[in-house]
């Protein structure tokens, strides 16, 4: 697993690197005054050499998170313990208050007021 996690550190430091170097689409003179639109809206051209580093970076740091996970869990899914049985509050009897007074409330009784 430490292997993995290494591995793993590393690919997410190179990720954000070179989405860090990436320069941006527009990203000549004429973008900052409004030239670069076309470009936006228009086709993006073929995948660069830092677009292919970052969609192989991206799908190695999905199976590493992947294999990751597997690992701590063991394989298996996460276990869910139901809680012990305990009599619930409407099974026993309890006060409640009402008009001004403690009245004992059980299920299954009409509360008397007397």
Do not use: Y
Not at 47 to 74: D, H, N, Q, Y
């Amino acid at each position: 697993m430490g292997f993995i996690l290494t591995i793993h550190v590393l690919v997410c430091i190179f990720l954000i690197a070179v989405i860090l170097l990436q320069v941006g689409r527009g990203a000549s003179t004429g973008a900052s005054f409004g030239g670069g639109v076309r470009t936006f809206f228009g086709p993006s051209g073929a995948i660069t050499f830092l677009g292919k580093v970052i969609i192989v970076l991206a799908v190695m740091f999905a199976v590493t998170t992947l294999i990751l996970s597997a690992l701590a869990t063991g394989g298996k899914p996460p276990k869910i313990k139901p809680k012990p049985e305990t009599s619930s509050s409407l099974d026993s009897p309890r006060k409640v208050l009402a008009f001004g007074r403690f009245i004992r409330v059980s299920r299954g009784r009409v509360p008397r007021f007397s």
